[in-house]
């Protein structure tokens, strides 16, 4: 008997992705689309990151350049993140 439409087998779920694009949105805009074979599931990032944003996530993405720094309150939400496991 073929299994229903209803059971189908679910495969891992899709790894997330947070983009930072608050700072250089022009660099990271490629990345938001970042969805192969559903492998992947992106959210574009553009404001400033926060342990709620992060903690939703398994991957953060820093790219580009720019001038302005992360706030310490960011730098220490990245660092509780990376200890959690994100990467």
């Known amino acids: 008997m073929a299994p229903s439409p209803d059971n189908k087998a679910t ?7 947070l983009v930072d694009h608050s700072r250089d ?9 970042l969805q192969p074979d559903d492998r992947y599931h992106t959210t574009d990032n553009r404001s400033a990151l926060t342990d709620r944003a992060l903690r939703a996530h398994n991957v953060l993405v820093i790219a ?5 720094d992360y706030t310490r309150r960011e730098l220490d939400a990245v660092v509780r993140f990376v200890r959690r496991g994100g990467g």
């Not at 495969?11 to 992705?17: E, S």
């Open 64 to 68: 580009g350049h720019w001038p302005d």
């Open 11 to 17: 495969g891992p779920a899709p790894i997330a992705v």
């Open 25 to 33: 949105p022009a660099t990271s805009a490629e990345l938001i689309g």
